[in-house]
């Protein structure tokens, strides 16, 4: 008879250890599955706001806001960089083309 009982409550503590960890794989997989769609909102937010931002240095480049007029500068920087390095890269492929 003892062994009975102490096999019925081996058995009831491996279900109850079951569950619980099934219940953790459970919390987990939810887990995961929330960050990820977290990240996506942020990279979400991040286009828009991009976007947003864009817009208004478009619409504004000519006569950028006082507080604002160290990001023009920033802004009209960058993109003089971006077309020197595309101007570069360009004659690059040019000159390998032409050694061929």
Excluded at 49 to 75: H, M, Q, T, V, W
């Amino acid at each position: 008879m003892a062994f009975d009982v102490k096999f019925d409550e081996l058995k009831n503590s491996a279900k109850e250890l079951g569950s619980r960890i099934g219940k953790g794989a459970q919390d987990l997989g939810s887990a995961a599955s929330s960050k990820a769609k977290l990240e996506l909102e942020k990279a979400k937010l991040k286009d828009i706001y991009a976007e947003l931002g864009s817009l208004y240095f478009r619409e504004n480049r000519e006569n950028p806001p006082f507080e604002y007029a160290d990001l023009f500068e920033k802004i009209e920087k960058g993109e003089e960089s971006v077309a020197a390095y595309e101007k570069t890269i360009g004659e690059n492929l040019k000159n390998l083309k032409n050694t061929e």
